[in-house]
């Protein structure tokens, strides 16, 4: 079983619908990623989070540690917000400020 | 944009053939990885190093080496590429700064085992 579980694997929307991501992980964490890879390739990080919840622009991260579980969210979703994306997981004593991934959400927003 | 660059962005080599990727960051940042993403696996940690000539192996080490003489770059080489080992590379960066520790990827390296 791997350590970090994304859920759904494919979304497809129409513009305009409310998008929420699914992260859940095993381990315990000192901190949560949230990336963004379109389909050029290139990733980014959006959120970093280790309790709570934040929000930039359109989208919120939200954090329940006891639970173990993440979601990204995405208001009035757009054509341009289609992309893959990343849940991210540090684990505590990580030496080596190590990362384990999810297998990514891919998105496809409809116009 | 964090200033990491990867060369090349392509390659395409042959089987049995020796293959460095390098990783460039103008960010002076301690800690560098490699990763390699395929389809199905999402990314995947190759090695890392927390400082000069310091380095680990990640979870898919095996046919991989690693060299960091500065700083600045951080070379993966694949002393005889094998098929298997065709997929996109990336690097990424990260320094400790109390609690923001993220993590700043490179733009990727294609690479294709013939």
């Known amino acids: 079983k791997n350590e970090v579980e994304q859920s759904p694997q494919n979304l497809t929307a129409q513009e305009g619908e409310f998008i929420t991501i699914n992260c859940s992980y095993s381990?315990?964490?000192?901190?949560l990623h949230w990336l963004q890879q379109h389909p050029g390739g290139g990733i980014v990080s959006l959120f970093m989070?280790?309790?709570g919840k934040k929000k930039h622009g359109r989208l919120i991260a939200t954090i329940n540690i006891q639970e173990k579980h993440s979601s990204l969210h995405i208001t009035a979703s757009h054509p341009r917000d289609s992309a893959v994306y990343i849940c991210?997981?540090?684990?505590?004593?990580?030496?080596?400020?190590?990362?384990?991934f999810g297998g990514g959400t891919r998105l496809m927003v409809k116009p | 944009d964090a200033g990491i660059t990867q060369s090349p962005r392509h390659k395409v080599t042959e089987t049995g053939t020796p293959v460095t990727l390098r990783c460039h960051q103008t960010?002076?940042?301690?800690?560098m990885y490699w990763y390699r993403q395929d389809p199905g696996h999402g990314l995947r940690l190759i090695h890392y190093?927390?400082?000069?000539?310091?380095?680990d192996k990640g979870e898919v080490s095996d046919g991989y080496s690693v060299s960091r003489s500065k700083t600045e770059d951080f070379l993966l080489t694949l002393e005889s590429a094998t098929s298997s080992q065709t997929s996109v590379y990336f690097c990424?960066?990260?320094?400790?700064?109390?609690?923001?520790?993220?993590?700043?990827f490179g733009p990727g390296t294609r690479l294709t085992v013939l």
């Open positions: 990424a960066i990260s320094e400790w700064r109390g609690v923001r520790n993220e993590q700043f």
């Open positions: 381990v315990g964490i000192s901190a």
């Open positions: 989070l280790s309790s």
């Open positions: 991210a997981v540090r684990a505590y004593n990580n030496a080596g400020n190590m990362l384990t």
């Open positions: 960010e002076n940042h301690r800690y």
């Open positions: 190093s927390y400082g000069v000539k310091d380095t």
